[in-house]
T-cell receptor, first 108, second 114 residues
């Protein structure tokens, strides 16, 4: 079982809709959870982090964490073509472990 | 903003060459990391360092070594490059091991070994 699992996609979402990205992790001792966005040919860029159960909102982005179920998700509201990228979930205990990413395409 | 600078954006080397990938960060971070990223395999940790002169093996250290003589600089060394080391190499740094702040990545070096 992979330590951090994501659906590789591609996930296609119409412009203006909500994109929902999911991630599950295996280490119950994980303490911090991160979402990175990576455009093609570029390096990952941190967009959200969450430490506590529940929701955390930042602009159009909402991170959701459920430690009991060991999943973390990212919602992107009012999706824009510029949101088209690969989204990496990362989970931290002592150091970060990354999922393989979900490729998101926003369709105009 | 923290800046992590990787010296080369693209690099082409021949099999058997010794290759140095340099990474410099400007925010006095203790912790630095080297990853490689390959399609379908995601980011895999090669080596990391929590302090000057200190290094720890990551998940895939074979064929690589590192050097950290100064706090701001963390170098990845391919002693004898092989074609299976063709990859995107990403350097990252953080204020803590990553528990609270996450990592900041450099722009990456795409290495091709021919």
């Amino acid at each position: 079982q992979k330590e951090v699992e994501q659906n590789s996609g591609p996930l296609s979402v119409p412009e203006g809709a909500i994109a929902s990205l999911n991630c599950t992790y295996s280490d119950r001792g994980s303490q911090s959870f991160f979402w990175y966005r990576q455009y093609s040919g570029k390096s990952p860029e941190l967009i959200m982090f969450i430490y506590s159960n529940g929701d955390k909102e930042d602009g159009r982005f909402t991170a959701q964490l459920n430690k009991a179920s060991q999943y973390v998700s990212l919602l992107i509201r009012d999706s824009q073509p510029s949101d088209s990228a690969t989204y990496l979930c990362a989970v931290s205990n002592e150091k970060l472990t990354f999922g393989t990413g979900t490729r998101l395409t926003i369709i105009p | 903003d923290v800046k992590v600078t990787q010296s080369s954006r693209y690099l082409v080397k021949r099999t058997g060459e010794k290759v140095f990938l340099e990474c410099v960060q400007d925010m006095d971070h203790e912790n630095m990391f080297w990853y490689r990223q390959d399609p379908g395999l995601g980011l895999r940790l090669i080596y990391f360092s929590y302090d000057v002169k200190m290094k720890e093996k990551g998940d895939i250290p074979e064929g690589y070594s590192v050097s950290r003589e100064k706090k701001e600089r963390f170098s990845l060394i391919l002693e004898s490059a092989s074609t299976n080391q063709t990859s995107m190499y990403l350097c990252a740094s953080s204020l803590s091991p990553g528990t609270f702040y996450g990592y900041t990545f450099g722009s990456g070096t795409r290495l091709t070994v021919v």
